[in-house]
Structure formats: C-alpha cells, structure tokens
C-alpha cells in the first residue's frame, strides 16, 4: 500500500497487486502454451491440461487479485474504503469525525518473524471499535509508513 495524493484537503491511499496479477496471468499463460505444445502429440491431453491450468489460475487471481483505495476528504467529512475485485465492487462510508487514530497490529509468525497491518481506530459511531484496512499480516516497510502517514494527516 502506497500513499497516491497527500494534501491538506485529501489522503488517498493505494494498493494495487501488480505483481500478484501479472503472476497469475503468466501462469495462465504458461499452461495455455504448454497445453497447446501438448496438443500436437495428444489432443485430449493437451487440452485439459490446458484448460486445467488456466480454470485454476484463472480462480486463483479472481479471489487473490484485489485493489483497496482509501480516501480521507476533509471537506466531505468521510473516509471512503474501496475494494474492488474482478467480480465484486464494495464502497463503506465512515464519518471524519469518528476517526481516532490508526495504529499497528502485530501478530507473531510460527518462525517467531513479526507481521503487520493497519488499522483504523473508530472512536464513536455506529461502526466503532478497530477496522484493519489490509486482510493480511505482513513483515514489509509499508504498514508502519501507512499508519504514521494516516495519523500526520488526521493531526493536521
């Protein structure tokens, strides 16, 4: 996750999964291709590894494959959390002025490593109590300069 525009006014964050969709399309791909070069020799083989690896890749990317966009807007007065997947589209509105603050939650891996992720601390209100922005734990940079990041802003 990245920090997209930061102004006064606006803090729009961003994470969108390249990596991950460029993967799971060479996968795709690669099967396809290895499917289609098995074809020659075997029709029936050829084509079901074929589709066998495209079907699972294809499944693979459409549940892992996702882009979050959060946007503070101080002059709206919300925090608008996106989600967007290849077949699903969420959108939840919350109040400026229920936003504590964020912070960092850990978790301990079975190697002992410490993971990650942000979450958003909502004070009052009908959704009140800790959001985590990110699903997953994770031991990059990118949490710690996406709660210091939220927490300079909302200090402003």
Same mark, same amino acid.
């Given at each position: 996750?990245?920090?997209?525009?930061?102004?006064?006014?606006?803090? =729009?964050?961003? &994470?969108?999964?390249?990596?991950?969709?460029?993967?799971?399309?060479?996968?795709?791909?690669? $099967?396809?291709?290895?499917?289609? $070069?098995?074809?020659? &020799?075997?029709?029936? $083989?050829?084509?079901?590894?074929?589709?066998?690896?495209? =079907?699972?890749?294809?499944?693979?990317?459409?549940?892992?494959? *996702?882009?979050?966009?959060? =946007?503070?807007?101080?002059?709206?007065?919300?925090?608008?959390?996106?989600?967007?997947?290849?077949?699903?589209?969420?959108?939840?509105?919350?109040?400026? *002025?229920?936003?504590?603050?964020? &912070? /960092? &939650?850990?978790?301990?891996?079975?190697?002992?490593?410490?993971?990650?992720?942000?979450?958003?601390? /909502?004070?009052?209100?009908?959704?009140?109590?800790?959001?985590? /922005?990110?699903?997953?734990?994770?031991?990059?940079?990118?949490?710690?300069?996406?709660?210091?990041?939220?927490?300079?802003?909302?200090?402003?």
């Amino acid at each position: 996750m990245k920090v997209l525009h930061d102004t006064s006014d606006r803090l =729009i964050l961003d &994470e969108t999964p390249w990596v991950m969709a460029l993967l799971m399309a060479g996968f795709v791909l690669a $099967f396809v291709g290895a499917g289609l $070069f098995i074809m020659l &020799e075997n029709l029936l $083989f050829g084509l079901a590894f074929g589709s066998f690896g495209a =079907i699972v890749g294809i499944v693979i990317m459409v549940a892992l494959v *996702e882009r979050l966009q959060i =946007i503070f807007d101080r002059p709206a007065g919300t925090v608008t959390i996106r989600r967007k997947s290849m077949l699903r589209y969420s959108q939840v509105l919350h109040a400026l *002025e229920n936003i504590s603050h964020a &912070e /960092l &939650e850990t978790t301990r891996n079975a190697k002992g490593n410490t993971l990650s992720r942000p979450v958003l601390v /909502l004070a009052k209100g009908m959704s009140a109590g800790r959001h985590p /922005l990110i699903s997953a734990y994770s031991n990059f940079s990118s949490p710690p300069k996406i709660v210091a990041a939220i927490n300079t802003w909302l200090a402003q």
